[in-house]
């Protein structure tokens, strides 16, 4: 194969493995899961609380990865879309970078809307914004691949194409998430909480940081 | 911000007691006639180091008159839990109010606890300007941050408006403003503490500032006018859910001891007096079927003194009642102590069935009329008080001062500071250690103790012991 066929090959890898990431940071919520099953004495509450977990980051990947799913079928446009989509997931990850306080509105949702805290997290920390030069990618690889084609079914493509690339990304969260909870819940034991968590704040604005720059150097040429 | 968790945070009150006992413990010192500043003394608790039992440094601070009464950490073990955000803090500044001045300090305990020095000063005017609250009182670092309750509400004597809870930044020790948004009926304050995976809060009432700074007034309490009701707020909507009445002739609700294992939906209150019989009381509430419930689960009853060896107050009733003034529970939440600032008495209750209070040991030291000795010969002034527990619940470290005009009410005699330390025995018993006896310096009173890593007042668990 040749370097042009792998690209789509490395973009899904990329939301794989970005899922993978999400999922094992205990600060995108698997530790709840475990408490919840301890709380009610039931692995069952366990995986029950992965529901809301996983429902909440794949609603906050949709919701942003759905407007560039219609914007980038605006094809005369389509260049300067995708940097502006890089250049905006540089500036989040430098705002990251440089205010590291957690907002503090996330600390007012009940720990009985699991839901809706997934949601915002993923949202506040930018977590959705990172799939978006990955997903920008794949569908201008979609386009090579099947030509120029009308507007409307390259939306439909492309609407698809974000709703597969925010699934697969919160299968493989949920994987990961729920894995390092049932090890914690089952055989490691609660230290197993603290011992797993790093502050990855700086890595997480720097992956953010990169993601965008890389997909800027694409982009650009 | 550190890298890896603390490693004070523990996520279950088991992991907590199986961690490294404390080393150092933090007692606060006060001026009772505000002659000198008020300090933190620093202590050794370390067991077999050469200045065991002794202040090894001292934080005084700037200002005259503050008063330090209670005290509490930047950061628990609460911060584990993801929805915090918090989980990098370091459990590094003592957050300590000045009861009466209104002012806070952060004292901050790092690189080294002999080296604690002041971080920052929160003036009394921010917090007025902020909150509208006065004479803040219990702190604890939760989901919003730290949370800090008052005993007054805004104008001079602490009465116009009531009292309630104010958040701090747990970063920046920024005051944010109140926390309540629907207090309810609530007009009077003193503890909270909460539950946090099943979001409640439960607050207790003491009396508004004039009831209390310049000494109990005994007319208001024989009329019944302190607090004798607890509160239940939803944690997250900042919403009182349901307010109880003890009863108007149970005065003063003070602490609240919630169950460590959140898992667990229960906990105690501390009532100092009964104005029918002087008794103290020790009350039950739990969670059931959506509703709070509280009972009368333990009495303690008053002793019959002789006239001469009771202050002008209590000569009158010629008993001493128990005055049950402050109340700890272990961090397996299996024993209860109860300290009882008036007979001279520090009470271990077993509470494996929280409604059935069962006495399993009990200390004499001090008291109004028995003015029992340390078992080291010295005289002990005051009563058993402010009360901590190691986290693994082996010694539980007491000092006797109430609250500076109190004092000088109940004990005329004055009440030199002294902190001592009981061991307690795996199935119940009680007993002082010979050895452990802190000098404080002349002229101070000791108060609230935080001991370092974390104690039995201070850290609440997102995550049950398994």
Redesign the interface.
Known sequence: MSAADWTPVWLWLAVIASGLYHGVNPGMGWPLAVSAGLMERSPRALVAALGPLTAGHLLAMLLVLLPFALLVAIVEWQRTIQIGASVLVVAFGLFRLANRRHPRVLARISPAQLGLWSFAVALAHGAALMLVPIYLGLCRQAELDGGHAAAGTLINANLGMAVLVATVHAIAMVAAGGVCAWLAYRYLGLQFISQSWFNLDTTWAVSLILVGAVALVFNLS | ?????DPT????PK?AMEAPPESFAYTVLLSPDASKPDALAVIDVKPGSSSYGQIVHTVTMPNKGDEFHHFGWNACSSA?????????LERRYLIIPGMRSSRIYIVDTKPDPTKAAIHKIIEPEEIFRKTGYSRPHTVHCG???IYISTLGGSGKDGTDGPPGVFIMDC?TFEVLGRWELDRGSQQLHYDFWWN????YMVTSEWALPPQFENGIVPEDLLSNKYGHRIHFWDL??RRNVQTIDLGANHQMALEVRPAHD??REYGFLGVVVDTTNLEGSIWTWWREGGKFHIEKTATIPPEPAAKEQLPPLLQGFGAVPPLVSDIDLSMDDKFLYVACWGTGEMRQYNVNEPRRPKLAGSVRIGGIARRTPHPNGKAFAGGPQMVEISRDGKRVYWTNSLYSTWDDQFYPDGVPGAMVMANAKPDGGLELASNYWVNFPDGYRAHQIRLDGGDCSTDSF???S?
């Open positions: 911000m550190n890298i890896r968790p945070f523990h996520a279950s992991l584990l839990s993801p929805l915090t955000g918090h989980a990098f989901p919003e941050g970063e946090l995976p099943r979001d997250r909507a959140p898992v997102c995550y049950p398994v």
